[in-house]
C-alpha cells in the first residue's frame, strides 16, 4: 500500500488547543510540587519570559515522557508478575493437596498395621483357619510394605517441591511489592513535572500562553511541511502490508491527546500510539519504547521505509513511525496531539523494521 503523496496536514491546528489542557488530559493539576525560583529579596520579580517558559517547560515534558516510559515498563513488569505469582500459588495449592493425599494413604496403612501389630506371622499361619489364604495374604502385605516405602519417598519428594515453590512465590511476592513501590514513584515524578511545567505556563499572561501555543504549533507545522502548507510524505511503499495498515491506523488517530500510560483508542503515550497501531495490523508488539527498539530488524535511517519504528535519544524513551519523506507520525509528549514531525526533530538512536 503505496503511502500518501502531498496530503493535507491534519490536527496540526488542532494543537493550539494541547498545552491548555494538559493538566485536565493527564489529571495532576492537585499534584504538590516546588515552585520556580524566586527572587532574590528586595529585588522586584521578574516576569518569566516566553522563550524562558518554552525552554523549561519542554525539558519539563522530556523528563515526564522519561518517567512515563519507565512507569509503562514497570506496569508490565507488575502484569508478568502477578501471571507468575498466580501460577506458582496454583502449583503450591495442588502441591499441597497431593501431599495431603498421600500422608492420608500413609496414615491409614500405619494404622492397619497397628491394629494388627504384636502377633508373631508363624501364630497366626497356625491359628489360621486356611493357612494357604493367609500366605497369600502375607505376600500382598509384603507388596503393600514395598509400595507404602515408595510412596513415602514420593512424599518427602512433593514436600521437598511444595517448599521450593513456597519459596518461590515468596521471592515473587516481594519482587512484585518491590515494582509496585517503583510505579507509586514512577508516577508521582510524571505528575511533579507535568504540575511544574503547568504552572510555568499558568505564569504567563494569557496574551503570551497564546503566543507560546501557536509559536509551538507553527513550528511543527514548519518541520513536517519543510516551510510549505502541504505535507509531502513521498511515494515511497511501505516495508509490508501489515506496516502499511499499522500506519493508516497511527496516520488515523492524529489529534488524539497525549496522555502518559495510555494505549489507546483515544489517547496515546509515544509507545503507547505504536503498540495500537501495530494491533491493528494484527501485530502484537512490547509495550514500552526501549523494548520495541528490540522488537524486529535493525536498518539504518536512510533505509527507512513507512511503517518502520523511529527511537529517539540515547535512551530510546521516545518512538514514532516512519511516514515517509523524512517525517515520522507520533505522540509528541504530554500536552500535545499525535501529529506528524520531521524526523530530524530529535536526535534518531535507531529505526526498527518490524
Not at 273 to 289: C, D, E
Request: hydrophobic share 40%; with cysteine.
Amino acid at each position: 500500500m503505496p503511502t500518501p503523496r502531498r496530503s493535507p496536514l491534519p490536527g496540526v491546528h488542532r494543537f493550539a488547543r494541547a498545552l491548555a489542557i494538559t493538566a485536565a488530559a493527564t489529571g495532576v493539576i492537585g499534584a504538590a510540587v516546588g515552585g520556580t525560583a524566586q527572587a532574590a529579596p528586595g529585588a522586584p520579580a521578574e516576569p518569566p519570559t516566553r522563550k524562558d517558559v518554552k525552554a523549561q517547560v519542554d525539558q519539563l515534558y522530556d523528563e515526564a515522557e522519561q518517567a512515563s516510559e519507565k512507569f509503562n515498563a514497570a506496569q508490565e513488569y507488575q502484569k508478568r508478575l502477578q501471571g507468575e505469582t498466580g501460577a506458582l500459588e496454583d502449583q503450591v495449592a495442588a502441591g499441597q493437596a497431593e501431599v495431603n493425599r498421600m500422608r492420608a494413604d500413609l496414615g491409614a496403612v500405619a494404622a492397619a498395621e497397628y491394629r494388627a501389630g504384636g502377633i508373631d506371622p508363624t501364630v497366626q499361619l497356625m491359628l489360621s483357619s486356611d493357612p494357604a489364604a493367609y500366605l497369600t495374604r502375607a505376600r500382598s502385605l509384603d507388596q503393600a510394605a514395598e509400595r507404602q516405602s515408595e510412596t513415602l519417598h514420593q512424599v518427602v519428594d512433593r514436600q521437598r517441591r511444595l517448599d521450593q515453590h513456597r519459596a518461590e512465590t515468596a521471592a515473587k511476592l516481594a519482587e512484585l511489592e518491590q515494582v509496585r513501590r517503583s510505579l507509586a514513584e514512577s508516577k508521582q515524578q510524571v505528575q511533579q513535572r507535568l504540575t511544574k511545567a503547568q504552572r510555568l505556563l499558568d505564569s504567563l499572561g494569557a496574551t503570551e500562553r497564546a503566543r507560546l501555543v501557536a509559536q509551538d504549533a507553527q513550528e511543527a507545522e514548519t518541520r513536517a511541511t519543510r516551510g510549505t502548507d502541504r505535507l509531502d510524505l513521498g511515494s515511497q511503499p511501505a516495508s509490508s502490508e501489515r506496516a502499511a495498515a499499522a500506519l493508516a491506523a497511527a496516520i488515523g488517530k492524529i489529534g488524539s491527546p497525549y496522555v502518559y500510560g495510555s494505549t489507546g483508542p483515544r489517547t496515546f503515550d509515544c509507545s503507547g500510539l505504536m503498540y495500537w497501531s501495530w494491533r491493528q495490523a494484527g501485530v502484537s508488539l512490547p509495550r514500552t519504547s526501549q523494548e520495541q527498539a528490540h522488537a524486529g530488524q535493525r536498518i539504518s535511517l536512510s533505509e527507512a521505509r513507512p511503517g518502520d519504528l523511529v527511537l529517539f535519544y540515547k535512551d530510546s524513551h521516545h518512538v514514532g513511525m516512519y511516514a515517509g519523506g523524512g517525517v515520522v507520525v507520533h505522540a509528541p509528549y504530554p500536552g500535545a496531539r499525535v501529529r506528524f514531525e520531521s524526523v530530524s526533530a530529535m536526535p534518531v538512536s535507531g529505526v526498527v523494521r518490524v
